[in-house]
Structure formats: structure tokens, C-alpha cells
């Protein structure tokens, strides 16, 4: 069964790093794009982050020069540095095939910046 498995959310303060990963299991399929979404509450969620098979990497405005996204095979990390208190939401990690149409989840991981 195909599934995405966090880690690496938690407490820090503004201005510190964090560093998630997500690794993805029981593919039989090849992962087009893996990325990083986040949603606070009472906001929609927002792509913060994404990666193509070629490598090409893509950012949310809020987040450039202080985050960046990477992959190895099938997993996908996000190091962020320079957290601010908006940064605050929890992140879950999407992966899909877009030929197969197959897009999936993972369960999301806390991420708290106190200032």
C-alpha cells in the first residue's frame, strides 16, 4: 500500500530551523512531483514548496531564500530556515503521478515558530 510517512515537525523559535522529511513507500509507480503544502488555521492551504522528477523546484513567495526543498529518490525534504511565527501550520507532504492521475497525502506534521 502506497503511503507517505512524516517527520521532523516541532517547537521552535522565530528565527531557528527545522528540517521534515517524507518518505514514500509501497510505490510500484514513478513520483512525478513531491511537495510541501502547509494550512494554518483558518487559512486554505498553500503549496509552500515542490519538486519535479527533473529537480526543478518551485516556492510559495513567503518562503524563498529561507526554505528549500529537496529529493532523494523517494523522499522529499524540506529544510527551513529563518522561521517566523507565520510560518506556523501543519505541513503535509503530497506526492503524484500524473500520468496515472494518482495523487496522495501524508498525515501532516506540526510545525509551531513562537516569537
Known amino acids: 500500500q502506497a503511503q507517505l510517512m512524516e517527520s521532523g515537525g516541532g517547537l521552535v523559535q522565530a528565527g531557528g530551523s527545522l528540517r521534515l522529511s517524507c518518505a514514500a513507500s509501497g510505490i510500484t509507480f514513478s513520483i512525478n512531483f513531491m511537495g510541501w503544502y502547509r494550512q494554518a488555521p483558518g487559512k486554505q492551504r498553500e503549496l509552500v514548496a515542490g519538486i519535479g522528477s527533473s529537480g526543478t523546484t518551485s516556492y510559495a513567495d513567503s518562503v524563498k531564500g529561507r526554505f528549500i526543498i529537496s529529493r532523494v529518490k523517494n523522499t522529499v525534504y524540506l529544510q527551513m530556515n529563518s522561521l517566523k511565527p507565520e510560518d506556523t501550520a501543519v505541513y503535509s507532504c503530497?506526492?503524484?503521478?500524473?500520468?496515472?492521475?494518482?495523487?496522495?497525502w501524508g498525515q501532516g506534521t506540526q510545525v509551531t515558530v513562537s516569537s
Open positions: 503530497n506526492a503524484q503521478n500524473y500520468g496515472m492521475g494518482i495523487t496522495f
